[in-house]
């Protein structure tokens, strides 16, 4: 049995699709998630690596979320940043096309970074945390994720896409044996996450957002290399 959820008799219970990660937390996405993911899909550094536009307006992203939540077949988490921990916080970064003045000015990414660099207060179990990325199964058995630029190269994808996969297995067992998830030829950090969590390189064909690069994980190779993670409200 998980520690994490017997260690104290007043702690709040563990949502059952929370999977905790020893920076983040993933939990199913909401409405109430449109302004951070407004803050996401707005910004022309994560959606060139999509086939979709940057949102410019908050509806926008409100009417693709409660699209998404009317598919049944679309399952995603979002990625929520935990307070710094004894490893010390995660200091945001401004990637090389990106623009430290739009960092500044948004107020999701300000509070992610205040958050990361606060001391752990005590929390109570309506307190939000700061929403940085989204990670799921767009369709069928891909994958797909989106992270703050800020937050990009500290290894925060891998070990979100790492937790969420037994996860995934789970929830395609019976229909589907391998997870499938595309990038850009020229999305070498996407690339290199992929496959540090195990993911094989199928096909890769063209070159710029008219390019593709198709990469592979087969349940067979994910149980061989599987190594513990701590899912909460798991016995």
């Known amino acids: ?7 104290s008799s007043t ?3 563990q949502p059952v699709d929370e999977i905790r990660t020893r920076r983040m937390v993933l939990r199913p996405i909401r409405k109430d998630d449109a302004h951070d993911f407004f803050s996401l899909r707005s910004r022309p550094e994560v959606m060139y690596y999509t086939l979709s536009e940057p949102d410019t ?3 926008q992203t409100e009417t693709w979320l ?19 921990t004894d490893q010390g916080p995660i200091r945001a970064s401004v ?11 948004d107020p999701a990414v300000v509070a992610a970074v205040a958050a990361a660099a606060a001391p752990s207060p005590p929390r109570s179990p309506t307190t939000k945390r700061p929403v940085i990325g989204i990670l799921g199964i767009p369709r069928q058995n891909q994958i797909g994720y989106l992270l703050q630029p800020a937050f ?12 969420f ?15 499938v998830a595309f990038t850009l030829p020229g999305n070498g950090a996407s690339r290199k996450v992929l496959e540090k969590v195990g993911f094989r390189l199928v096909k890769e ?15 067979k190779d994910w149980e061989e290399k599987e190594s513990p993670v701590m899912v909460m409200g798991d016995a």
């Open 95 to 105: 990637p090389s096309h990106g623009s430290q003045d739009s960092i500044n000015s």
């Open 152 to 163: 990009w190269g500290h290894g925060l994808a891998t070990e979100a896409l790492r937790a």
């Open 1 to 7: 049995m998980d520690t994490a959820t017997t260690s």
């Open 66 to 84: 409660a699209e998404r939540l009317a598919q049944p077949d679309y399952w995603s988490f979002a990625i929520e940043l935990l307070p710094s």
């Open 57 to 59: 307006e908050l509806r």
């Open 11 to 13: 702690a709040a219970p």
């Open 165 to 179: 996969m037994p996860r995934f297995f789970a929830h395609v067992a019976g229909s589907y044996e391998h997870a």
């Open 205 to 219: 064909e063209g070159s710029g957002r008219d390019g593709n690069v198709e990469f592979h994980l087969e349940r």
